[in-house]
């Protein structure tokens, strides 16, 4: 219950949201040009001394902190401290921003005409930027976005120009450094490079922690990373990642800063631009290499309509609080601070804690449409389904049904109340006519459709097929994922209900917290904070009905039963995804199975399940859901990895990865199961 | 600094003519108190001192019993609302200083129209009758040592000059007093005093200058046994100089001015000038460990002190040699110094004296921004040319100096204010609200005063200083004894405010000053302070491997129903915020009872358990009950 601080409870539903504003309304009616050649005068932070891009990098370069490591470095290696100073200008160079106006400009004009082309509105909640421009003035800034597309960082910076605030400098993967011009074209625009991994290199964490912590220090520019790492490729949010955030937060835990503002960014898109490639490399197909020409080749997205943006900036997080009483910042008290440390136990935790909490902030800002929750249901049907659909009236009856218990549960939900619910369904799923079907008034998902636009030549062999519709499935749980963090909490409670032995508190709680345990690699479900949400579930599930708490027990409402078999349901693909990835770690796996060769391996095991109809899910094929069902397996320690030579291989344990399927199964009650009490 | 040699003497008089009008005896003789001639005595004095002793035993008499300082000087607003100083005892007695009322209405938003009187006089019926142990009172009386149980002695020696305890009294509440005060006269009288006290089981808590900022006074509202505050003002002669080994041997009551003086009047000074030097006393130093102004050159008390008397329940502590140094185990000084009332009274010290220096100069330098000037500290701290005196103020208190500038006489005076103004923020393009101030105090040879002065000088020059006069140093020295006498002029206005500092590592200077004025703004704003704080910082010592950091901080407080409280807790997260950013619990104030919740992530678990083991050993019955430190 260390993390009490940080999840305070509260009504869902009294969180107040800002209204938006669409900023293309104006771009449609004036001309971009002018608009690109504005005058832009940005108010800056008040504490700032005005450097240029290469006043920094000596800033850098000199720094104790660096200087240090190279001089550590140069003693190893015996190689001099110039020549180590010479490699870390090197690193600096390749990494390094170099914002130009210039090219914001350009950018600006550019991103404008491409805006009004894809999408049908980009709004912002202007009240938010107001909160960011007044903590841009006070603090530091570090802006967090989610990521759910390329789209994000540059639409980032296109409503900070917008909104004349200063521009951010990015932390971007390196892989878009492969783009020449473009490349090129980003740093210009503030994007700095940083190498997607660098495990032992001591020089170049050095160069790019103080890179970082120098422009957050002297708040050059609000610096803007992406909390999870990478774009997700399932629209669920990833575990954070925790780097970045270590380095931005270091400068006030070690007294350097009075404060630092933390600005959580939830994007949300209606479509996003990488829809079907996202879908297909969860199946395996590989992720094209970033290149200027495969940008170009790109462009035919451009003639299609992928509906609106809504971008929200959340409430700024004060470092200050967030690590009051959680960090004893006296511990930097005893040793020169530009000696590099290791975080301590505490540092970690609560930067942990932190990101959590951020990732849970974006979470709960995201905009739901109604398409998806039209996915959810969809989803659900065709898994349980005969195939032949469900009537548009039912499904609009359900839609509205899951529309109030989403409010209920406090979703950003965005249904046009002044519209009849059968027109929104009707008009979310023309949308997304790619992914539906609808004929004779039932609606299903379009899986041979995709197969069709897809494979245009000859038969394809059942597996192909396979893929194809889980081409459609996946597209689709992508949206459907959207909303999976308003119910997660419920639907782990509503499974472990299900499960539990009883319906003694205690034997839910137990059950809870086992599943909660085990999918904590899924979603973003703190850890140590299993008491916490367990009241969440609760209290949201009494709120609405479906549940009786009393001091021992846990009961069902006769109308719960609806809600809670609608929850389990949701959660169904993942616990039958995991029992599936337990399932083949004990019937297939071979010695020297390594991590690389395991997602091919179960891919083909899963197949052949979904093919002998013994698995219904086609959205188990997920490499997501396989991965984070292996890492979760890693640290329960029912799978270790053996460093052997060559490759480090798994290890597993049969008797714990089989319990651990039969208690996700049902089929042991949680209390029993050893492994229930990792 | 284009004063010629003959202007800088004059000066340097002029300076010499300062220092001892502050230390001026009071005009009102006090021949009544002299009577009280040492029973005990075994050796006579061979310096004359009886005479002179500024400190009456009826304190009140000529102190303020609810403010700072002497009751004939006081800030206020005359009746054309502009401020004066009044008396005549100080530089700035008797003059109109213009600027303080816009200085006071821009910065806290007081007005003179909102008036917080205090109490005038004491209302003897609030103080609780004293609980007298009678036995020990009896055969106090025997021994002919003086003592009161007068409401007014009592209360006077109930309080420091803590905000909250001087609120308390402006307020006319009294709170747990002492339920007696006595006055011993030498040591013996002490060594008796406490054997009776031992004996009686009664509860003793030394008094010096009163002038504690860390409730080290206040009496613990749990003790029920009789307390006796044993006031030492009356022990005040220097018992014997030796000129061979250039040592003063002095009796601990006396106050800093008297010291001063009289050594002056050998041709001596021990140079040791803390703050509060009008008022604190010997023992009180070696009490608190304090730390004087000209430190760089004169050291702090632990570097004074050769020798330490004190008497516990115990029996008495001393060194039985005057050796300069020894390897003798722990340093039994150490115990003592410190110890804040808490194992004995320090009864006699012999310490270091020096000659009166030849000659002594003020000086200031003028830094575009507060980190430049933070840097030549340093720079001048790693070369150790710190002069006698270095004090970098940043921009609000420069602007505070500023706003004491008494009323100029001339038009060309002002004329020349406003061209030095014009050639700073024009010529030289400082920010008028950036820049800061460091003041300068040199003293010694006339020569290497001069050449001290200008390698300081070469070394501002590379952080962009720029010299800028005599008078500014000065005045800002000035600030530092007229500062206790403005918070009294404050809280007549609803503004209140005190003073606090650390010591902290010469790399984490400018992050504590930031962090600590950041924090008090922000804990303002967050309890609810409806206008916006003072808060500010000087670097007021520097040393080989950091610095002391001096905050005021001060508030308007209409509007708040409990503004002590919301005082005290701003404070708490101020030390909160020095202690997160490695400054330490005190640098010269000392912990009393205000900072005691501190010491044992200040000293660890087996620190603080050696000095309750001292203290379990000297004084198991908590005879020096005050509950300082433990």
Not at chain 1, 5 to 22: I, N, Q, S, T, W
Not at chain 1, 616 to 635: F, G, I, T, W, Y
Not at chain 2, 42 to 61: C, D, F, I, L, Y
Request: hydrophobic share 40%; aromatic share 8%; proline share 4%.
């Amino acid at each position: 219950m260390a993390s009490k601080a940080v999840y305070l409870h509260r009504d869902p539903m009294l969180k107040k949201r800002d209204d938006f504003e669409d900023i293309l309304e104006e771009r449609r009616r004036s001309s971009d040009l002018r608009y690109a050649l504005r005058c832009y005068t940005p108010l800056l932070y008040k504490g700032l001394t005005p450097f240029r891009a290469d006043e920094l990098k000596t800033m850098v370069l000199q720094s104790d902190q660096l200087q240090y490591v190279i001089n550590q470095v140069s003693k190893q290696t015996s190689v001099t401290a110039d020549e180590v100073e010479a490699e870390a200008a090197a690193i600096l160079e390749e990494m390094a921003h170099h914002l130009q106006i210039s090219t914001i400009r350009f950018f600006a004009f550019v991103l404008s005409k491409v805006f009004k082309t894809l999408f049908r509105s980009v709004c912002v909640n202007e009240e938010g930027v107001q909160r960011l421009q007044q903590a841009i003035q006070e603090h530091p800034v570090v802006l967090l976005p989610s990521h759910r597309s390329y789209m994000d960082f540059l639409l980032m910076s296109y409503i900070l120009y917008t909104y004349d605030l200063p521009l951010p400098v990015i932390a971007a993967g390196m892989d878009f450094m492969g783009m020449k011009i473009v490349g090129e074209m980003l740093r210009m625009s503030g994007a700095f490079f940083i190498r997607r991994s660098f495990g032992g290199d001591k020089l170049y964490w050095a160069v790019f922690s103080e890179y970082v912590r120098v422009m957050v220090k002297i708040g050059f520019a609000p610096v803007e990373f992406f909390l999870e790492g990478t774009r997700s490729r399932t629209a669920k949010s990833l575990t954070p990642k925790l780097g970045l955030l270590n380095i931005v937060m270091e400068p006030f835990l070690k007294g350097e800063l009075f404060d630092v503002s933390l600005v959580p960014v939830s994007i949300s898109y209606e479509r996003v631009l990488e829809e079907v490639l996202y879908a297909r490399e969860l199946l395996g197909v590989p992720k094209p290499k970033e290149s200027t020409s495969g940008l170009f080749k790109a462009r035919k997205v451009l003639s299609e309509d992928y509906g609106s943006i809504h971008v929200y900036f959340g409430q700024p997080v004060s470092v200050r609080s967030l690590a009051e009483g959680r960090v004893n910042r006296s511990q930097f008290n005893l040793m020169p601070r530009h000696i590099p440390r290791k975080p301590g136990e505490e540092v970690q935790s609560f930067v942990n804690d932190s990101a959590y909490r951020l990732v849970r902030a974006q979470e709960e800002n995201m905009v739901l449409k109604p398409w998806v929750l039209l996915a959810v249901l969809l989803l659900q049907d065709q898994a349980a389904g005969d195939g032949r659909g469900t009537s548009l009236d039912e499904l609009t009856e359900r839609a509205v049904w899951l529309r109030d218990l989403c409010r209920q549960f406090g979703a950003f939900l965005h249904w046009p109340d002044h519209m009849i619910p059968s027109q929104v369904v009707s008009s979310s799923l023309s949308l997304h006519r790619g992914l539906v079907r609808i004929s004779e008034g039932r609606v299903q998902l379009a899986l041979d459709q995709g197969a069709e636009a897809r494979r245009p030549l000859g038969a394809a062999t059942p597996e192909e097929e396979l893929l194809n519709r889980a081409v459609i499935v996946l597209s689709c749980a992508s949206y459907r994922n959207q909303a999976l963090h308003v119910f997660i909490r419920p639907a782990l409670l509503a499974s472990a209900i299900q499960t539990a032995s009883s319906n003694q508190k205690q034997d839910v709680y137990n059950s809870f917290s086992f599943l909660r345990n085990m999918f904590s690699n899924e979603f973003i479900l703190s850890p140590g904070a299993a008491v916490q949400d367990f009241e969440e579930a609760c209290y949201l599930l009494v709120k609405s009905g479906a549940l009786q708490i009393n001091q021992q027990e846990v009961l069902v409402t006769e109308t719960g039963q609806k809600t809670l078999t609608f929850l389990t349901s949701s959660l169904d693909p993942f616990l039958q995804g995991y029992q599936m990835v337990c399932r083949f770690l004990c019937e297939e796996a071979s010695e020297g199975l390594t991590e690389k060769r395991f997602v091919p391996a179960i891919r083909k095991f899963i197949v052949q399940h979904l093919l002998t109809g013994r698995l219904r899910h086609a959205e188990v094929l997920s490499s997501d859901l396989q991965k984070n069902a292996l890492a979760a397996l890693l640290r329960l320690g029912a799978v270790r990895k053996l460093r052997g030579r060559g490759e480090e291989q798994l290890e597993v344990n049969k008797v714990m990865v089989n319990s651990l399927e039969d208690t996700l199964g049902g089929n042991l009650p949680t209390q029993k199961a050893v492994v229930a009490r990792l | 600094m284009a004063s010629n040699s003959s202007d800088r003497q004059r000066v340097a008089q002029h300076r010499l003519r300062i220092i001892t009008g502050h230390l001026q005896r009071p005009a009102d003789g006090d021949a009544d108190i002299q009577a009280a001639e040492c029973k005990a005595q075994e050796t006579k004095p061979n310096v004359a001192s009886s005479e002179g002793r500024t400190m009456p035993r009826r304190r009140q008499e000529i102190m303020k019993w609810n403010g700072w300082g002497y009751s004939d000087s006081k800030f206020l607003y005359n009746k054309k609302g502009q401020a004066e100083f009044t008396g005549k005892r100080y530089k700035l007695s008797g003059l109109i200083i213009p600027a303080l009322k816009d200085w006071m209405e821009g910065t806290f938003g007081a007005s003179l129209q909102h008036k917080t009187p205090a109490t005038p006089i004491l209302n003897t019926s609030a103080v609780q009758p004293p609980t007298l142990n009678e036995a020990f009172v009896d055969e106090i009386k025997s021994t002919g040592i003086p003592f009161s149980h007068d409401p007014e002695d009592r209360v006077f020696r109930a309080h420091g000059h803590c905000l909250h305890e001087i609120f308390a009294l402006r307020e006319g509440k009294i709170g747990r007093v002492p339920d007696m005060v006595i006055w011993p006269s030498c040591h013996n009288d002490v060594v008796k005093i406490v054997e009776l006290a031992c004996k009686h089981n009664v509860c003793l808590i030394p008094f010096g200058g009163g002038t504690s900022v860390s409730s080290a006074l206040e009496c613990p509202p749990e003790e029920t046994r009789t307390i006796v505050s044993l006031d030492t003002s009356q022990m005040n002669r220097i018992l014997w100089i030796d000129e061979k080994n250039l040592t003063a041997h002095v009796e601990a009551g006396i106050i800093g001015q008297d010291l001063e003086r009289l050594l002056n009047e050998s041709g001596y000074c021990t140079g040791h000038e803390p703050d509060s030097m009008e008022f604190s006393s010997l023992g009180g130093w070696v009490a608190t460990r304090a730390s004087g102004m000209k430190k760089n050159i004169y050291g702090n008390i632990e570097d004074l002190v050769v020798h330490v008397k004190m008497v516990t329940p115990r029996g008495v502590i001393e060194k039985g040699c005057q050796g300069p140094r020894m390897s003798t185990g722990p340093d039994i000084h150490h115990f003592i110094m410190g110890s804040e009332g808490t194992l004995g009274v320090v009864t006699e010290v012999t310490m270091k004296i020096r000659p009166i220096p030849e000659y002594q100069k003020y000086g200031s330098v003028v830094f575009p921004n507060f980190e430049q000037g933070v840097a030549c500290l340093r720079e001048v701290a790693r070369q150790r040319c710190a002069p006698a005196s270095i004090r970098l103020m940043d921009n609000e208190q420069f602007q505070f100096g500023h706003a004491l500038k008494p009323q100029v006489s001339s038009i060309f005076t002002s004329f020349l204010d406003g061209l030095k103004k014009f050639y700073i923020t024009k010529f030289k393009g400082f920010d008028s609200n950036r820049l800061c101030v460091a003041t300068l105090l040199f003293e010694g040879d006339r020569e290497k005063v001069l050449q001290h002065e200008k390698q300081v000088y070469d070394i501002a020059a590379k952080f962009g200083g720029l010299a800028a006069g005599e008078d500014n140093g000065q005045r800002g020295y000035m600030l530092t004894f007229v500062i206790a006498y403005l918070r009294d002029l404050g809280m007549d206005y609803y503004v209140i405010g005190e003073s606090f500092e650390t010591s902290v590592p010469w790399d984490r200077v400018l992050d504590i000053c930031r962090n600590v004025k950041a924090r008090i703004v922000r804990e303002c704003k967050d309890k609810g302070v409806q206008f916006p704080p003072l808060s500010t910082c000087r670097v007021t010592q520097t040393y080989d491997a950091g610095a002391c950091v001096y905050f005021y901080f001060a508030f308007n407080y209409r509007g708040l129903s409990d503004p002590v409280h919301v005082y005290e807790q701003v404070e708490h997260a101020a030390r909160e915020e020095i202690l997160a950013n490695g400054g330490s619990l005190s640098h010269h104030h000392g912990v009393g009872k205000l900072r005691k919740e501190w010491m044992r992530e200040t000293v660890s678990d087996v620190g603080l358990g050696m000095i309750k083991s001292v203290k379990d050993y000297v004084d198991p019955n908590n005879i020096f009950g005050n509950r300082n430190l433990l």
